[in-house]
C-alpha cells in the first residue's frame, strides 16, 4: 500500500502519501479496499486486471496505483460512453451548462488539492500547476458564455475519444472534455501513459459527481488504440502527442467518416537577422523555459544571422545562468523541476554526448540548484539548460524536437539560409522572427511553415477564443480554439478550418 494512514507501512514521501489520503477522503469511490486507483467508466468504476505505478518524476517516488485495462474491457467501456451519448444530447443546452458549472464548482472547491497532485505527478513547480488548473477553470467559464452562439444550428457528434500527451492534463486535456461533454457529446479519454493520472482520476470523479457523462480508462497505448480510435462507436478523435503516434492515428482516420484534430510535435524555430533589442530577446529566452520547455510550443531551435552569433550567444547566457533546476516541491525557489523521467532525461543526455562526440560545441551546460534537493534524493530526472552549436545535420537533435531544456543554434549567411534553416520540421505549431526591419519581418514570416508566427516576441497555445493549429506534419484535422474546438466536434452548417489530406 501506499499511505501511512491507511496501512500503516511507510512512504518514500510524507507529502505525496498525506495528498493520496487527501484525495482518498474527497473521493473515495476512486479507490479499491486497498487503495488503489479504479476507472471511472459511464458512471462505474471499473475494476481492472491489474494496476501500474504512478511514478513522480520529482523524487522517483510511488504517488499511486492506477488501473491498467485491457483491450476488451476498454471496448467494452467505449460501448457503454457511447449509451450516454443519446439522454445527454438530449438535454437542453441550459442543463448541460447547468451540470457543467456544477462541476466547476466541484473542481473549484478541490482546487488545491489538484495543483498539489499534479505538480507531483507531472513534476511541475507548484505556480505552474496551479496555472495549469486555472486556465481550464477560467477557460469552461468562458464557452460557458459562449457556448449558445458557438452551438446555435449545430448537433453533437457522439462519442469522442481524447488521447492526449502528459504535460498539460488540465488546461489542455480536461479542459478539451468540458467543452466538447458541454456541447452535448459524450468523452472518454485514457490517462496519459507517462503521467498525470492521479490529479485527473480525481478530476474526472469530479465531473461524474456533477452528472457529465465523461469516462477515464488507463492501459498500454498500443492495448487501447483500436478501442479509442478504430472502434465504431468513436465518433471524433482529439490526439495531442508525437508525430510517430500521431501518424498511425492519422492513417486509420484518414478515410473514415470520423472527426479529427492531432497535434503532433514540430521544431519550432526562432529567426534572428538584423536585430538589435537584446534585453527584450533575454526575458523571451528566460520566459521560454517554463516548465523545462516540456511544451508543444517550446522554442529550441535558434537560426541567427552569422554576424549576431556572438552577442546572441552573450545573451542566451546571460539570460539562463540564472536560471535555478531542482525539486519544485522543496520550497526553495526553482524555475523548473525534473523532465517527466530519468529515462527522458537519460536519453536527452545521451543525445547530448552523441552530438558532442559528432564535433558539437556544448556553449552552454547548466548545474542544478544543490540547495534545492534534499539529501540522498534521487536526481536522475533532472537536466539543466543546453545549448549546441554546430551539429550535425544527421543528428536527431537537428530535426527533432526534444521536448526538454535543450536549444540548438544555428549560423546562417543569407535570408534564403535562415528561411529554409528555421523550416527543418516539415511543419510547425510556432515559430517567430526577430528583426528590427518590419517590412523585412512581415516577409520572413510569411514564408515560416508555422500556424502562428511572432514578430519580436514569443507565440503560445493560447487560450479560449484564439485559434490554434500546425503545418505540415505538425498537425491533421480540424483546428482548435474558441469556436473552431466546438465545430471540430459538432456538425453544422459552417466549413471547419484544418489541416486537410489532399
Not at 479496499?33 to 511514478?55: C, K, M, T
Not at 449558445?148 to 462519442?159: E, F, I, N, Q, Y
Request: aromatic letters at 8%; glycine letters at 10%.
Amino acid at each position: 500500500m501506499l499511505n501511512t494512514e491507511l496501512v500503516g507501512e511507510p512512504l518514500p514521501h510524507l507529502e505525496s502519501g498525506r495528498l493520496l489520503a487527501e484525495a482518498r477522503r474527497a473521493v473515495p469511490e476512486a479507490f479499491d479496499a486497498q487503495g488503489r486507483l479504479l476507472s471511472p467508466i459511464a458512471g462505474r468504476w471499473a475494476r481492472p486486471p491489474a494496476w501500474f505505478n504512478a511514478v513522480s518524476p520529482i523524487d522517483g517516488s510511488v504517488l499511486a496505483e492506477l488501473p491498467l485495462l485491457g483491450a476488451g474491457q476498454v471496448a467494452a467501456g467505449v460501448e457503454q460512453a457511447a449509451a450516454e451519448f443519446a439522454p445527454w444530447a438530449a438535454r437542453p443546452l441550459d442543463d448541460r451548462a447547468q451540470a457543467v458549472m456544477e462541476a466547476v464548482a466541484q473542481l473549484q472547491t478541490h482546487r488545491d488539492l489538484l495543483v498539489r497532485l499534479l505538480a507531483w505527478d507531472i513534476g511541475k513547480t507548484l505556480p505552474t500547476a496551479a496555472n495549469d488548473v486555472d486556465r481550464c477553470l477560467a477557460g469552461i467559464v468562458w464557452y460557458l458564455g459562449q457556448m449558445g452562439t458557438m452551438v446555435d444550428g449545430r448537433k453533437p457528434l457522439g462519442l469522442v475519444s481524447n488521447i492526449a500527451s502528459w504535460n498539460y492534463p488540465f488546461s489542455v486535456l480536461l479542459l478539451n472534455v468540458l467543452v466538447q461533454t458541454l456541447a452535448g457529446n459524450s468523452v472518454i479519454a485514457k490517462i496519459p501513459t507517462q503521467g498525470g493520472g492521479v490529479s485527473l482520476t480525481l478530476a474526472f470523479a469530479l465531473l461524474r459527481r456533477a452528472g457529465l457523462p465523461v469516462s477515464l480508462v488507463g492501459g498500454r497505448g498500443r492495448d487501447l488504440s483500436e478501442a479509442l480510435v478504430g472502434h465504431p462507436r468513436i465518433a471524433g478523435v482529439a490526439f495531442i502527442g508525437g508525430r510517430a503516434n500521431g501518424a498511425e492515428v492519422h492513417r486509420r482516420l484518414r478515410d473514415s467518416d470520423k472527426r479529427y484534430a492531432l497535434e503532433m510535435e514540430g521544431v519550432n524555430a526562432y529567426a534572428i537577422t538584423h536585430f538589435t533589442d537584446w534585453d527584450a530577446l533575454e526575458r523571451q529566452i528566460r520566459a521560454g523555459f517554463d516548465f523545462g520547455k516540456q511544451r508543444c510550443t517550446a522554442y529550441t531551435r535558434w537560426v541567427v544571422e552569422k554576424s549576431l552569433v556572438p552577442k546572441f550567444v552573450r545573451t542566451y547566457i546571460d539570460a539562463v545562468s540564472t536560471l535555478r533546476v531542482g525539486n519544485p516541491v522543496l520550497g526553495a525557489p526553482v524555475d523548473f523541476g525534473p523532465l517527466i523521467a530519468p529515462s527522458k532525461a537519460e536519453e536527452l543526455r545521451a543525445l547530448i554526448e552523441e552530438a558532442r562526440e559528432l564535433g558539437t560545441a556544448v556553449l552552454y551546460q547548466g548545474e542544478l540548484a544543490e540547495d534545492a534537493f534534499t539529501a540522498r534524493q534521487e536526481r536522475g530526472a533532472y537536466l539543466p539548460p543546453t545549448l549546441l552549436f554546430g551539429i550535425p545535420r544527421d543528428s536527431e537533435l537537428y530535426l527533432r524536437e526534444p521536448f526538454g531544456p535543450v536549444d540548438v543554434l544555428v549560423s546562417v549567411d543569407s535570408e534564403e539560409e535562415l528561411v529554409r534553416e528555421a523550416n527543418v520540421s516539415n511543419g510547425a505549431l510556432v515559430a517567430s522572427v526577430a528583426t528590427d526591419d518590419p517590412e523585412l519581418a512581415q516577409r520572413i514570416a510569411a514564408r515560416l511553415h508555422a500556424f502562428k508566427v511572432g514578430i519580436n516576441a514569443l507565440r503560445s497555445r493560447g487560450d479560449r477564443e484564439e485559434a490554434f493549429g500546425g503545418k505540415g506534419g505538425s498537425w491533421a484535422g480540424a483546428f482548435v480554439g474558441g469556436t473552431h474546438l466546438v465545430r471540430a466536434f459538432t456538425d453544422g452548417p459552417h466549413p471547419m478550418e484544418g489541416n486537410w489530406p489532399d
